[in-house]
């Protein structure tokens, strides 16, 4: 602001005295103290609201700054992934035209299998005889 030296400051109160006269110079100081205070409080708003503003324009561009690297950082993941899955995928399909069917399981004949009634355990197979012939 505007610097005001002490003997400028005296000369301007000399000027004021004889100008207004001694009845209205305190209640004309009084008038120019708050006029100054309103001065300094705008000016005051006005750079801290300039202030705010830079403030916000900052963070913004820091998360524009920080959305550019993820994306960057997102691309570049999804390039690796993709040089990762291409020999994957050709290494499948590799194994798949290269693998042969199992052979499939044999089939029971249907005159080997019996059916049975429910509820009814399946037969014994017959004894066979000892060597010794008897009982």
Do not use: C, Y
Request: net charge negative.
């Amino acid at each position: 602001m505007v610097e005001i030296s002490f003997g400028k400051l005296v000369l301007l109160a000399l000027v004021a005295l004889i100008v207004l006269g001694p009845e209205k110079l305190p209640g004309a100081a009084r008038t120019a103290g708050a006029l100054l205070r309103r001065v300094r409080s705008g000016w005051n708003s006005v750079r801290a609201e300039v202030e705010r503003e830079l403030e916000v324009e900052e963070i913004k561009r820091t998360a524009r700054e920080a959305a550019a690297r993820a994306e960057a950082a997102q691309n570049e993941f999804k390039d690796s992934v993709q040089q990762v899955r291409q020999p994957v995928d050709e290494a499948v399909s590799t194994l798949k035209s290269a693998a042969t069917p199992e052979p499939a399981a044999p089939e029971v004949a249907p005159e080997t299998q019996q059916e049975l009634p429910l509820g009814e355990p399946p037969a014994a197979p017959p004894a066979k005889e000892s060597a010794h012939g008897g009982h």
